[in-house]
């Protein structure tokens, strides 16, 4: 699956620039619900330039964070942004997880990360979807959701994530 993404992520166990450390902030203060003008200002270009003319084909759908509340912080105000800037419509209840539990990160990750998902296709079936995450690592989750999108009607997936995680252990 093809995605974009805002910004690069360095995790804290490394020293960073200044840039970095302000990238950090930045995707800690999205995951708390408060993202900045700037990130909702990218997330908007980007799905102007996915969507083109076609607004009326396509959807802003949201990978759920750990907690139903955290995904309702991370991504309401988000949601009502997008769908005012870009003309898309975007929707909170096409993925949820019924399922309240540990980020992944804290708690690590299943095998198919979006096995925990509820899927309501009425929302994307024969859709294109932009698919809304705040940070991939590998990719996993990203993949796993928008190949459940697709197997369940959705036209296409392209993902769109604030932060892709950097790794200076990684070799390239």
């Known amino acids: 699956m093809k995605y974009y993404y805002t910004m690069e992520y360095l995790p804290v166990r490394y020293n960073g620039t200044s840039?970095?450390?302000?990238?950090?902030?930045?995707?800690?203060?999205f995951k708390d619900g408060n993202a900045s003008a700037s990130i909702i200002n990218e997330l908007a270009a980007d799905v102007r330039?996915?969507?083109?003319?076609d607004k009326s084909s396509y959807v802003?759908?949201?990978v759920p964070a750990s907690t139903s509340w955290k995904t309702t912080r991370r991504y309401a105000d988000v949601a009502r942004q997008l769908q005012q800037m870009t003309g898309v419509t975007a929707t909170l209840s096409a993925?949820?997880?019924?399922?309240?539990g540990e980020a992944g990160?804290?708690?690590?990750?299943?095998?198919?990360?979006?096995?925990?998902?509820?899927?309501?296709?009425?929302?994307?079936?024969?859709?294109?979807?932009?698919?809304?995450?705040?940070?991939?690592?590998?990719?996993r989750t990203l993949s796993s959701t928008g190949d459940r999108l697709v197997n369940k009607g959705a036209k296409s997936v392209t993902g769109l994530v604030v932060a892709k995680t950097v790794n200076p252990d990684w070799a390239a």
Request: charged share 25%; aromatic share 12%; hydrophobic share 35%.
């Open 19 to 29: 840039e970095q450390v302000a990238n950090r902030k930045a995707v800690w203060n």
């Open 49 to 53: 330039k996915i969507a083109g003319y």
């Open 60 to 62: 802003i759908c949201f």
């Open 95 to 100: 993925i949820t997880k019924p399922q309240d």
């Open 105 to 139: 990160h804290i708690a690590g990750k299943t095998s198919d990360p979006a096995s925990e998902f509820s899927f309501s296709s009425e929302y994307f079936r024969g859709k294109n979807v932009i698919l809304v995450d705040d940070v991939v690592t590998r990719g």
